[in-house]
């Protein structure tokens, strides 16, 4: 049998998602460069925006505009993360079915793009005016926080997996890769609790960026500062879930980490 769309969406938030740490990691960096705590937020490529409700939820003045084509994992969001949140909360939450190019969002603190998906720009004059689309939109005390990965390892067509609560397996494909273009396909799939596989059920076409190419486009769009972030060690050839402002990495086979660039 099918997943439900119920499934779908909490297999796929339970695997990939932790809106805890994102957040608590925007509103430390967003301080520690304007002395403040950040109080508007939009999310673009929101999916659920599972992130912008639990921006909502965390402060007594904040606002979110979680942006998505998609009325799909928006009606989810509204079922799994808008209901949780208190009257008062949900009037300081907006979806909006919008194109991340043309959205009617006003101005905010803190724009951001995560799970990769910015990267369906594949064209560098695209991406570039996605950036400059963002610098705009942004207040004069602003910043735009991305993640990405890389390493040697996440160029292969192999399949990573990881156990998840709920007795549920994660599936990480990477089904294509042309090391011409940096055109790539990836792939999510499920193991249920029952042991039957589902495949396919997130894929993503995508160009691969790496991180000096998207630094360069960030400044020319005319991002005053472009940080990148490094994860800290955790003595067991992992990472420990701490990232910090660095210019010189570990060349790890296989790494996630963020880009924050300032207005
Ligand atoms: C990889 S999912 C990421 C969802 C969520 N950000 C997360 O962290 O899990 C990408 C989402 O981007 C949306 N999307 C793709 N192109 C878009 C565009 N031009 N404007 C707005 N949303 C878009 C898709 O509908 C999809 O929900």
Redesign the pocket.
């Known amino acids: 049998m099918k997943l439900s769309l119920d499934q779908k969406y909490e297999f796929?938030?339970r695997s990939?998602?932790n809106p805890e740490i994102e957040v608590d990691f925007m509103r430390a960096e967003f301080k520690r460069f304007f002395g403040r705590t950040p109080v508007t937020m939009r999310?673009?490529?929101?999916?659920?925006g599972?992130?912008s409700c639990h921006w909502v939820g965390t402060h007594k003045d904040a606002l979110a505009y979680g942006?998505?084509?998609?009325p799909e994992?928006i009606g989810m969001g509204k079922k799994m993360h808008l209901s949780k949140l208190n009257a008062k909360q949900q009037t300081r939450m907006h979806y909006l079915k919008?194109?991340?190019?043309k959205t009617s969002a006003p101005k905010t603190d803190v724009i951001c793009?995560?799970?990769?998906?910015y990267w369906?720009f594949k064209q560098r004059k695209d991406l570039l005016k996605y950036f400059k689309q963002v610098k705009k939109s942004l207040n004069k005390q602003g910043v735009f926080f991305m993640d990405l990965f890389g390493g040697p390892e996440s160029q292969k067509l192999v399949t990573d997996q990881k156990k998840v609560p709920g007795g549920i397996t994660y599936f990480w494909e990477c089904q294509h890769f042309n090391p011409i273009t940096h055109d790539c396909t990836f792939a999510i799939h499920f193991k249920d609790a029952k042991g039957k596989k589902h495949l396919n059920v997130?894929t993503?076409d995508w160009r691969f960026w790496t991180l000096p190419e998207l630094r360069d486009i960030l400044n020319e769009a005319g991002f005053s500062k472009v940080v990148a972030f490094w994860e800290g060690d955790d003595g067991e050839g992992g990472g420990n879930g701490e990232f910090e402002p660095s210019e010189d990495g570990e060349n790890c086979d296989a790494w996630v980490s963020y880009i924050a660039a300032i207005n």
Request: hydrophobic share 45%.
């Open positions: 796929y938030e990939v998602q999310e673009d490529f929101c999916g659920t599972a992130i942006v998505d084509l998609d994992p919008e194109n991340v190019l793009a995560f799970n990769f998906s369906i997130f993503y």
